[in-house]
Structures are given as structure tokens and as C-alpha cells.
């Protein structure tokens, strides 16, 4: 994949697309703001008081996604607030950005590279270039777990057991 950086600008091309560099910062959000009066409105809240209030609390505010499980109950969020969380992400470029880090696109370009560890999990990804660094990688990945386990047991046979401690003998590969 070639990246062609246009840094005066903040432009940068790849993937046969042009991309800008843009500084997203939530604070300069009027959700943000909203979030923040909230944040003193209810900062004398209990969390013992919203349970009081809601006997299915955590059936409410917890997540349940194949196995994935978050409980959001014990702290202090309400649907108000639980409201504005929602828009502030809804307002940002994280649903973009996610699309385009499991595209492969770049989404961190000061290494003007694609963030490729979501694609490791999935050998048969659309992007031939990507599916192909995908299976060298998880080769090489294989290739270092089994050198290390043939070392280790290595170790285990050869190396003396004195005193009820192993004696190793590290030898650095130059």
C-alpha cells in the first residue's frame, strides 16, 4: 500500500482515497459541555438512591454482546446522562473510524500505516494485500510461539535442578 503525505495541509492519500488529518477533540463539544453541568448537577448523587429507584437497574444498564458482558448499574450514569454519552459518541468520528480501521484504511497516520491487528482475526479479509500480510503474520507469529516452546522444553531436560532451583544458562542470539 503506498501513502503519499501531504503534512502542510494535513492530507494524505492511500488506499486510492484522500484523507484529512483531523484533530477531533470532545471537549470542544456542546455534548461535552452538557456532560460537564450534568457531571455538577448529580455530583452529590448516590448510587445506593438509583438502585432504590430502580429495582431492574442492572438489567438497564449493563450489555450483554456474545459473551461480552459490562455492567454500567454501579456507576453513577442515569438515562440523562446515559442520553448525552450517546450523542457525544454519535457526534464524533468513532463510528467512521472504527469503519475504516477494520477496512484497513489508516487511521493512526503518523506511522502512515493501516492498524491491522483487527484484520489478524480474520484470515479472509476482503483487501488481497491485507489478507496476504494477514497469513504471513500469523506464520511468523506461529513460528515464535513454537521456537519459544522448543526452547523452553530444551530447558526443562538439560538444565540441572539444584537446591529446588532450576540452573539456566541463557545464551543470546546475536
Known sequence: MSVNV??????YFA???LHMNTVYSPSDTDAWRTLLELADKHSEDCILDYF???????E???IDLEGLYADFSKHLVNDEIRSHLQQLAEN??????RDAMFAGEIVNNTENRAALHTALRDPDFDNEDIATRIVKQLQQMS???????????HIYRHCPIQ???LQLVIIMKE
Open 92 to 97: 464524533s468520528p468513532l463510528f467512521e473510524r
Open 52 to 58: 432504590a429507584r430502580d429495582s431492574e437497574r442492572v
Open 60 to 62: 438497564h444498564y449493563s
Open 6 to 11: 501531504i503534512p502542510d495541509l494535513g492530507l
Open 163 to 165: 537446591n529446588g532451583t
Open 15 to 17: 488506499n486510492g482515497h
Open 143 to 153: 513460528s515464535g510461539v513454537l521456537e519459544v516452546q522448543m526452547t523452553l522444553q
